[in-house]
């Protein structure tokens, strides 16, 4: 039978198609279940792409799910067929191919898919880039309506969208990406994003009083998207902008452009601070808005600093999330190896991406930090609680004589020691979960925290038996004590 693999979106492992969970860390593989697409062709394009599943169609594509039969790499290819189009279409579609194909092939970035390949038949242009597993943005809100994000993560994905926009700006000369909106960023089920459809960003030129192919998205677009004056790069600023503010808020910019209400939460002097950096990211003037990505970036760096102070934690000790999952999600994936007579830039075009990535990986602001791990006094405290917990079911056993002296003169005071017996554990759990969350937001491990939650949920069950049973036998047997 033909192998293919699937690659998990958390670890990266290589997994067969059958499986549902990842054998290396248990994830669930997203696309194992999914009903095959009984549209897409059974096509071997260039005999090399397989052609699986449709998974993505835009104005004039359709991408599918691929093999690289060569490399057994999973992969996208997008489809352009001009076949129906008008004269007028045709042009659109072509000029789009051209330019996401000039755009990507010079990109490298963690955030942004990497083109393989791109070639045509009769029929249509292909391009062949990193498969993603995930959703866009888009379909992600549609799915949490209401308020998706918390702060720290909305701080996160703005951090993340500077750098790769930073990284686009900073191009010689400058690509403005021109239509950054929630259906062009894609999210994997581990949290790593990447920005997608190059088809209409384009090359700034200077002085070029404006743009020759003026559109966007509504809501998303900056106003001299609309033909008034030449795209910037504060034309992207406005357009994260906008993307950030309705994560924060759930309301979609589509339905009333360039109206922006104040963040909800004003009285958090970090909601306050990104309230007004959102307000002048989507000033009208673009005069108005921040110069450059960098200082947006900065600007979100520092309020996520004063938020995690407020969170109390250290702001030392802050490291956006999502980025640092970030690093090990574009270096996990396999590239492919094996170049064949008709691609023979790819590996070295390949080899070239690997090394600049390790270049953006150690130049990254989001690069592990040296500084020593936060120590977490909530699993010290959750082991500790737990570990004291074990023995209070023996000790209510042992002391059941004494237990019932008292409960014979003093029902209150037996109930507030049997409280008493169960707190360690129930304390156990609650600094287990702290622990957690703690080390969830400032990167650490939690296993200690997951032992001492786990030891208190179960010593926390035991003692209920225990307790439970002591009670049940002395309303059985002694039922006068407790004055039936
Ligand atoms: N590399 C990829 N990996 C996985 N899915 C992808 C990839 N690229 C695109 N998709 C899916 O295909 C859909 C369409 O892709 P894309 O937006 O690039 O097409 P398009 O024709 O340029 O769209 P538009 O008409 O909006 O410009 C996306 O919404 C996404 O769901």
């Not at 697409?37 to 835009?58: C, F, H, M, S, V």
């Not at 963040?263 to 990104?274: C, D």
């Amino acid at each position: 039978m033909e192998q293919l693999d699937i690659y998990c979106s958390h670890c990266g492992a290589s997994n067969h198609k059958e499986e549902v969970h990842c054998f290396a860390c248990g994830h669930t593989l997203a696309d194992a279940d999914a009903p095959a697409d009984t549209t897409a062709p059974e096509i071997l394009l260039q005999q090399r792409y397989r052609l699986l599943n449709k998974i993505g169609e835009g104005g004039f594509s359709i991408v599918y799910r691929a093999e690289d039969i060569q490399t057994r790499q999973v992969v996208a290819v997008k489809a352009v067929s001009l076949r129906g189009l008008s004269a007028q279409e045709k042009i659109e579609a072509t000029d789009a191919f051209n330019r996401e194909v000039t755009i990507l092939t010079k990109l490298t970035h963690r955030n942004l898919p990497r083109l393989y390949r791109h070639f045509s038949d009769a029929e249509c242009w292909y391009m062949v880039m990193d498969y993603i597993e995930g959703e866009t943005l888009e379909k992600y809100l549609e799915r949490h309506q209401q308020m998706p994000f918390r702060l720290e993560e909305v701080l996160d994905i703005g951090t993340i969208l500077c750098d790769v926009l930073d990284y686009l700006h900073s191009n010689q000369p400058p690509i403005i990406f021109r239509d950054l909106k929630p259906a062009n960023i894609m999210v994997t089920s581990a949290g790593y994003i990447y920005v997608i459809d190059f088809g209409i960003a384009r090359q700034f030129k200077q002085g070029k009083p404006k743009d020759t192919i003026p559109f966007g998205s509504p809501g998303y677009a900056a106003p001299e998207q609309y033909g008034k004056a030449q795209t910037t790069p504060r034309s992207d600023i406005y357009s994260l902008g906008a993307i950030l503010h309705q994560l924060m808020t759930g309301s979609d910019p589509s339905q009333s452009p360039f109206a922006f209400a104040p963040l909800p939460n004003l009285h958090q002097q970090a909601v306050a601070k990104l309230d007004t950096l959102l307000q002048r990211m989507v000033a009208l003037d673009s005069q108005r808005r921040p110069d450059s990505m960098v200082e947006v970036q900065e600007s979100l760096q520092e309020i996520s600093r004063l938020h995690y102070h407020q969170q109390g934690l250290s702001s030392q000790y802050y490291r956006p999330t999502l980025s640092r999952t970030f690093q090990t999600a574009a270096y996990a994936q396999p590239l492919p190896s094996t170049p064949t007579p008709n691609n023979a830039g790819v590996a070295t075009f390949v080899q070239q991406q690997q090394q600049q990535q390790q270049t953006f990986y150690a130049a990254s602001p989001f690069a592990q930090s040296t500084t020593p791990p936060p120590s977490n006094r909530y699993q010290l405290y959750s082991i500790l609680c737990s570990l004291i917990g074990i023995f209070m079911p023996p000790f209510l056993c042992l002391a059941s004589t004494q237990i019932l002296f008292i409960l014979q003169r003093h029902i209150p005071i037996t109930l507030f020691i049997y409280a008493l017996l169960l707190a360690p554990s129930v304390l156990g759990i609650v600094f287990g979960h702290k622990g957690r969350d703690f080390a969830r937001r400032t990167g650490t491990s939690a296993d200690t925290a997951t032992v001492g939650l786990t030891l208190g949920y179960l010593f926390t069950a035991i003692y209920l038996v225990f307790a439970l049973c002591f009670f049940s036998t002395t309303i059985l047997f002694m039922p006068h004590i407790l004055g039936f």
